[in-house]
């Protein structure tokens, strides 16, 4: 059986998880809506990947005969000022969920659940990838500036990521 207090904690990363998908989606449609399809697509697949982030909670969960609860997602932020702006909203959100996936491994080893330590484990390397991949594109955008062939270049090269 599941531990209850461990449950409730991913059942809330789910939602938080969720919410990430949608605001990768939503930068996704503000990147679109600039004609810059590759950093679309960047974010388009981070959302795929928040998705699957959810679901690795959620099927856990399910595996050892807990109970899912779904919880309202909030709307994100649909508009930003220029095209650094959502790259550093992606690293604060990414910083935002590693402090969350700590605040579950603390709760997971005071709770002694052994079985969730692996899990928790995954997240936490998964989150040292996730910080670095948007730090990087930050400090790219600052570098670049308003280059426009720079620009270019860079949204050729977002638009070549595929689903991990």
Same mark, same amino acid.
């Given at each position: 059986?599941? +531990? ?14 969720? %919410?990430?998908?949608?605001? %990768?989606?939503?930068?996704?449609? &503000? ?5 810059? #399809?590759?950093? #679309? +697509? ?11 982030? #959810?679901?690795?909670?959620? *099927? ?21 000022? +220029?095209? =650094? ?27 002694? *659940?052994?079985?969730?330590?692996? =899990? ?18 930050? *400090?790219? =955008?600052?570098?670049?500036? *308003?280059?426009?062939?720079?620009? &270019?270049?860079? +949204? ?9």
């Amino acid at each position: 059986m599941m +531990n209850e207090k461990v449950m409730s904690a991913m059942n809330t990363q789910i939602n938080e998880e969720f %919410y990430a998908a949608y605001l %990768y989606l939503s930068m996704s449609a &503000y990147y679109e809506s600039l004609g810059l #399809a590759g950093f #679309a +697509n960047w974010m388009r697949q981070q959302s795929k990947e928040e998705v699957e982030h #959810a679901m690795k909670f959620y *099927d856990f969960i399910y595996e050892r005969g807990g109970e899912v609860a779904l919880l309202p997602i909030a709307q994100p932020k649909l508009k930003w000022e +220029n095209i =650094l702006e959502p790259f550093q909203d992606a690293y604060a959100h990414e910083q935002k969920v590693t402090k969350f996936i700590n605040k579950i491994a603390d709760l997971i080893y005071q709770e002694k *659940d052994y079985a969730s330590q692996t =899990l928790i484990q995954w997240y936490i390397d998964e989150q040292i990838e996730e910080e670095k991949s948007t730090l990087e594109i930050c *400090d790219a =955008l600052k570098m670049i500036g *308003d280059d426009k062939a720079a620009i &270019y270049m860079l +949204n050729k090269q977002l638009g070549k990521r595929i689903e991990d």
